[in-house]
Structure formats: structure tokens, C-alpha cells
């Protein structure tokens, strides 16, 4: 062969291999480019499927636990402390004796006041035998009628006299049963603030000692106007406590105020909890867990809903994925969920959080649902 027919077969060789390994990827690499460059001009939206909601709805409120029985108890009676049998953490049951003060004062009042009423009551016998003997010589004109008359009103002056003094003797005798200081009613001495010779002053000074029950506990919580509907007597309540991470104690709402306040627009409602295992204090931090029925409505995630001047919107993506803004009416806000009350129908595709850039009848391509969401169809 000669030269030149080497040397262009040479150059045609080079040039083929030139094209096979540096023009050709390059001009596939464009067309890809300019495909993908096509296919982003469409905006990606995650949507989600409307759907009912049927499954009970929770509600959880904070609160504090109380004591169902809770008394400060004082004396009533003047002396200085002889006694005392219980102490903080004691069981009591009702009834029983706590301590007993030593009121010489009140005893002695209490015998002077015996002996009077004995007087008063031999005052009335004599009053009475004299006003008979004398309506006798009234009845024979032996004596004037004004004498009969007088001895009459003596007779009804000392059964006054009389009932007073009893009267005297009954408060005195309730008195010395003050001194005595019984439990009002069965449970946990929680404070004891006095001693053996301590002056003890009737209604004055501190409590001697404070009783709380706490076989049931009781809290209260206010609920808010969105859910008031939907409390009722004999509603479960879950109540949860940090201190107890994997129990859960069971309780009831016992009753609640028939008025919403009107500066918070909430409903106080009292939750009571029985404590038979004495797990649960009065005064622990616990939230209240309600289980409320639920109306099978549409949710939607708050952040789906858009607020503009004409009303509140979502975006909706139609069969031909084209974007649709949809004018709805919003019901109760659960907070992390909202609900739809009219203007979206079940099985529609709500764009999730969608973006200020969309506009109506806007190609999208649909991605699928985040995390949590409805799968879109």
C-alpha cells in the first residue's frame, strides 16, 4: 500500500476513535442533561389522601394530683398539749384519737357550772310549788290576783334560768370533748406542729396537725371550649406520671363545672383516681390523658392549609396532576391537625406543605407521601 493511503487510513482511524470516545459521550451527556432539564421545569409536591378520621381522638392535659379528703385540724378548746399518739406518715382511721389537751380551766367551769344549774333547778321546784300553791288561793279569792300573777311569771323566770344553766352545762361539756382531737375522717397524718407542753390557743395559731385521704386522689383540668362537647361523667382518663414511665393509672371523670370561665374559655373538670397501692402523693405533677370519640371527619395536617385574603385554600392535585386551590371551611384545631368541615371530599390528593411558587393549573410531579402521611394514589 502506498504512503498516502497509510496515512489516510491513518487520519480516518484516529478521527473515528476521537468520535467514539469524546464527542459521542458528550452528546449523550447533553441529551440526558436536557431531559432532566425538561423534566425539572414540572415542580415535585408530596400529596397526601384525604381521608376520615374515625379512631378516638387523645387529649392531654397537664395537672396536679390532690388529696379526695384534705383538713388543716385545730383546737377549740384552751389548755396546753398533755398527748399526743400519732405522727407524719401515721394511718389513722375515723374517729380516732390524736392527741389530748389538758384544760383545767374548761373542767372547772364545767363543775361550777353543774352546781349552778343544781341551783337553778331547786330555784324552779321551789318557783313551781309556790305558783301552785298560790293559783289555789286564787281560786278561793284567799288573795289578790296580781299575787297569784306574780308567782306565776317567777315560776316561767327560773325555768328560763333553768334551761340557761343547762344550756351553759352542754357548751362546757362540748368544750371538755375539745380537748380530746379525733380524726375527722380515715387517713395519712401529713404534718404534726405541736409537742408535749405546748400552749394551745382555741382558733389561733397553727394547725396542730393536718390529715389528708388519699385511697382516691382527685385532680382537676381545664378542657378547652373545642372539646367541652365531649366530656361527660364516667369518661376513662389515662393518667400518666414521669416518675412511673411504663404504668399507666386509670381514672374517671367525676364531675365538672357547668360553666366555661370566661377568660380562658375552658371547662374545669375534676378527674378522681383510686390509690389503693399508695403509689400516687397528693401534690405529684401527673398529665391527664382523654380518650374523646372522634366524628369521622377530614384531617388534614395544619400546615396543608393556606390562608389568603379570599379565604382559607388548599391545594389539590387533579387526575391530570395539574395543581387545583380549593376554598375550604376549617372545624376544630387539634393542633398538628385541623379539620376540614366542608369543601374537600374523601379521597381528593392535598398537597403536603405546599409552597408560595405553586400557581393554578400548574403541571406537577407527584412524589410519594412523607413519613406518617397518607400514601397518594
Same mark, same amino acid.
Given at each position: 500500500?502506498?504512503?498516502?493511503?497509510?496515512?489516510?487510513?491513518?487520519?480516518?482511524?484516529?478521527?473515528?476513535?476521537?468520535?467514539w470516545?469524546?464527542?459521542?459521550?458528550?452528546?449523550?451527556? !447533553?441529551?440526558?442533561?436536557? #431531559?432532566?432539564?425538561?423534566?425539572?421545569?414540572?415542580? #415535585?409536591?408530596h400529596?397526601?389522601?384525604?381521608?376520615?378520621?374515625?379512631?378516638?381522638?387523645?387529649?392531654?392535659?397537664?395537672?396536679?394530683?390532690?388529696?379526695?379528703?384534705?383538713?388543716?385540724? $385545730?383546737?377549740?378548746?384552751?389548755?396546753?398539749?398533755?398527748?399526743?399518739?400519732?405522727?407524719?406518715?401515721?394511718?389513722?382511721?375515723?374517729?380516732?384519737?390524736?392527741?389530748?389537751? +389538758?384544760?383545767?380551766?374548761?373542767?372547772?367551769?364545767?363543775?361550777?357550772?353543774?352546781?349552778?344549774?343544781?341551783?337553778?333547778?331547786?330555784?324552779?321546784?321551789?318557783?313551781?310549788?309556790?305558783?301552785?300553791?298560790w293559783?289555789?288561793?286564787?281560786?278561793? $279569792?284567799?288573795?289578790?290576783?296580781?299575787?297569784?300573777?306574780?308567782?306565776?311569771?317567777?315560776?316561767?323566770?327560773?325555768?328560763?334560768?333553768? #334551761?340557761?344553766?343547762?344550756?351553759?352545762?352542754r357548751?362546757?361539756?362540748?368544750?371538755?370533748?375539745?380537748e380530746t382531737?379525733? !380524726?375527722?375522717?380515715?387517713?395519712?397524718i401529713?404534718?404534726?406542729?405541736?409537742d408535749?407542753?405546748?400552749?394551745?390557743?382555741?382558733?389561733?395559731?397553727?394547725?396542730?396537725? $393536718?390529715?389528708?385521704?388519699?385511697?382516691?386522689?382527685? #385532680?382537676?383540668?381545664?378542657?378547652?371550649? %373545642?372539646?367541652?362537647?365531649?366530656?361527660?361523667?364516667?369518661?376513662?382518663?389515662?393518667?400518666?406520671?414521669?416518675?412511673?414511665? $411504663?404504668?399507666?393509672? %386509670?381514672?374517671?371523670?367525676?364531675?365538672?363545672?357547668?360553666?366555661?370561665d370566661?377568660?380562658?374559655?375552658?371547662?374545669?373538670?375534676?378527674?378522681?383516681?383510686?390509690? %389503693?397501692?399508695?403509689?400516687?402523693?397528693?401534690?405529684?405533677f401527673?398529665?391527664?390523658?382523654?380518650?374523646?370519640?372522634?366524628?369521622?371527619?377530614?384531617?388534614?395536617?395544619? %400546615? +396543608?392549609?393556606?390562608?389568603?385574603?379570599?379565604?382559607?385554600?388548599?391545594?389539590?392535585?387533579?387526575?391530570?396532576?395539574?395543581?387545583?386551590?380549593?376554598?375550604?371551611?376549617?372545624?376544630?384545631?387539634?393542633?398538628?391537625?385541623?379539620?376540614?368541615?366542608?369543601?374537600?371530599?374523601?379521597?381528593?390528593?392535598?398537597?403536603?406543605?405546599?409552597?408560595?411558587a405553586?400557581?393554578?393549573?400548574?403541571?406537577?410531579?407527584?412524589?410519594?407521601?412523607?413519613?406518617?402521611?397518607?400514601?397518594?394514589?
Open positions: 500500500m502506498k504512503p498516502r493511503s497509510l496515512a489516510l487510513l491513518f487520519a480516518l482511524a484516529l478521527a473515528a476513535l476521537v468520535y470516545l469524546g464527542v459521542r459521550p458528550r452528546q449523550q451527556a !447533553a441529551a440526558a442533561a436536557a #431531559a432532566v432539564a425538561g423534566e425539572s421545569e414540572r415542580p #415535585a409536591v400529596v397526601l389522601v384525604a381521608r376520615r378520621q374515625t379512631a378516638p381522638r387523645e387529649l392531654v392535659l397537664p395537672g396536679a394530683l390532690q388529696a379526695y379528703d384534705d383538713a388543716a385540724i $385545730h383546737a377549740r378548746t384552751n389548755g396546753y398539749l398533755g398527748k399526743w399518739f400519732v405522727d407524719i406518715g401515721d394511718q389513722v382511721k375515723a374517729g380516732q384519737v390524736l392527741a389530748k389537751i +389538758d384544760s383545767p380551766e374548761v373542767d372547772q367551769e364545767l363543775r361550777q357550772a353543774r352546781a349552778n344549774l343544781d341551783v337553778a333547778r331547786a330555784n324552779l321546784e321551789l318557783a313551781r310549788v309556790t305558783a301552785e300553791r293559783k289555789a288561793l286564787g281560786a278561793q $279569792h284567799a288573795v289578790a290576783q296580781q299575787e297569784v300573777d306574780q308567782r306565776v311569771a317567777d315560776y316561767a323566770a327560773q325555768e328560763a334560768d333553768a #334551761a340557761a344553766a343547762e344550756a351553759n352545762v357548751r362546757l361539756g362540748e368544750l371538755q370533748q375539745f382531737i379525733t !380524726a375527722p375522717f380515715a387517713g395519712v401529713s404534718t404534726r406542729n405541736i408535749v407542753g405546748d400552749l394551745i390557743s382555741a382558733g389561733s395559731g397553727p394547725e396542730l396537725f $393536718h390529715l389528708s385521704r388519699s385511697d382516691i386522689l382527685r #385532680a382537676y383540668v381545664n378542657v378547652p371550649q %373545642s372539646d367541652v362537647a365531649d366530656v361527660r361523667v364516667g369518661l376513662p382518663v389515662d393518667v400518666l406520671l414521669d416518675e412511673f414511665p $411504663h404504668e399507666v393509672f %386509670s381514672g374517671r371523670v367525676a364531675r365538672f363545672a357547668g360553666a366555661l370566661a377568660a380562658s374559655r375552658t371547662l374545669l373538670v375534676e378527674v378522681d383516681i383510686p390509690n %389503693s397501692g399508695s403509689k400516687l402523693f397528693p401534690g405529684m401527673c398529665r391527664l390523658r382523654f380518650r374523646l370519640p372522634s366524628d369521622p371527619a377530614i384531617l388534614i395536617p395544619s %400546615s +396543608d392549609a393556606i390562608i389568603r385574603a379570599e379565604g382559607t385554600l388548599v391545594a389539590t392535585v387533579t387526575d391530570q396532576n395539574t395543581v387545583h386551590f380549593q376554598k375550604v371551611a376549617l372545624g376544630r384545631d387539634f393542633g398538628t391537625q385541623i379539620e376540614i368541615r366542608d369543601g374537600l371530599a374523601e379521597g381528593q390528593r392535598v398537597v403536603g406543605n405546599p409552597s408560595d405553586l400557581v393554578e393549573g400548574e403541571t406537577v410531579e407527584v412524589l410519594a407521601a412523607p413519613a406518617g402521611g397518607a400514601p397518594a394514589n
